[in-house]
């Protein structure tokens, strides 16, 4: 009888007390890539997980954790690149925090962020992507660090812009000797559409454009100058393209002359 004693307290040492085949509760447990999310940069969700505009050179990832989740820490690891892509992970100067991420090596890949849930159980931090192409794409999954658990795969791929463009006004007038202003609308699914891309050029009668290329604001405007500072009359043809995409729109000044007093 003291043998079966003897060997229960073993056992019970053994897996219930064990440092090592503890969970550890600074971590969470059941991961799950459906916790991760991505904002911006034209992100949309897909059955693998999410498509990505070329054209973007940061998105915000943002990691949604259950209420039991509160303060622990977390790790995501991306891996598997093809296409050419990169990715840059932006560190914090204060250790793991909920606002950026703190750099890990896994299995000689130095795509890990190791990060800590705020009090809303909320993580967000941005990638930084370059040389993306539609045929670039990588992979990422959740970890529980110590517990040893991960979750299914999600795949981060990226598409060509789908964005629509149209001028604001077809015709505007400029005043010969000044700039002429030219705005457009850029949009995606009937919606305005921020931080996209948009290149410029001319013909016509003019000077200089004020930018050769330009972000759509939060209305998904975006707006060029074109001088004509030697007063000649006329008019000039402004094409605006989503960069990397097949849209484009023109919009035309039409210069005329004032009498100063």
Known sequence: MRKIVSSFI???LLFGASPALAIDNTWITS???????????????????????????SVT????????????FVQINFFDFVGGVNLDLVAGN??????ACDRQTLGGNSHTCFFK?????????PLLLSNMSSAGQFKYKVLAGPNITESTDGIMSFVTPKNKIAPVLLNVRGIAG????????VTNKGKPSAGVR??????????NLSALNATSDKNGIV???????????????????????REKAVAYIWWFKVKYL
């Open 198 to 207: 948009v290149k410029f050029t001319f013909t016509g009668v003019g000077e």
């Open 31 to 57: 991961p799950t890539r459906f916790a991760v999310s991505i904002q911006g940069g034209g992100a949309e969700v897909t059955g693998a997980g999410y498509s990505i505009s070329t054209q973007a050179q």
């Open 10 to 12: 073993a056992l019970v």
């Open 94 to 99: 204060d250790g793991p925090s909920s606002t």
């Open 178 to 185: 000044g700039p002429g202003a030219t705005q457009f609308l």
């Open 117 to 125: 849930l705020d009090a809303n159980s909320t993580a967000t931090f």
């Open 61 to 72: 990832l943002k990691f949604s954790g259950t209420a039991a989740q509160a303060g622990k």
């Open 223 to 245: 707006t060029v100058y074109l001088t004509n500072l030697k007063f000649y009359k006329g008019s000039a043809k402004i094409t605006a393209r989503v960069i990397g995409g």
